[in-house]
């Protein structure tokens, strides 16, 4: 699920280059949240989040249990966690997969 945001105030970098939001979003502040990487303080333009379980930051082994190729330029990868893991998320966060010293973040999909 991408979760698209207004930003009001602050900086922003996009992670990798973006092909979702219109040139329209992009020109009146939308981001993506998986794709954003903070560069200050920022102000959003969202609904009130109150009731959301914030999950703490977690390193799991994992190994690649299917990868299924989407589209000429998309993939699929399922990962197979530890059985005693109870990895949970919100819809926008992201995993960064970690091999040796490169590091990458993808979408969440259940």
Do not use: W
């Amino acid at each position: 699920m991408l979760v698209r945001l207004k930003f009001l105030d602050g900086n922003t970098e996009r992670i990798e280059e973006d092909l979702i939001l219109t040139d329209e979003e992009k020109e009146n502040n939308h981001i993506l949240s998986c794709n954003t990487k903070p560069k200050s303080n920022l102000k959003l333009d969202i609904e009130d989040l109150g009731d959301i379980t914030i999950y703490d930051s977690k390193i799991y082994p994992s190994k690649i249990n299917k990868i299924e190729k989407l589209t000429d330029d998309v993939i699929a990868i399922e990962l197979r966690l530890p059985p005693t893991v109870n990895f949970q998320f919100n819809a926008g966060q992201y995993v960064n997969l970690i091999k040796g010293t490169t590091k990458r973040s993808y979408s969440i999909q259940k």
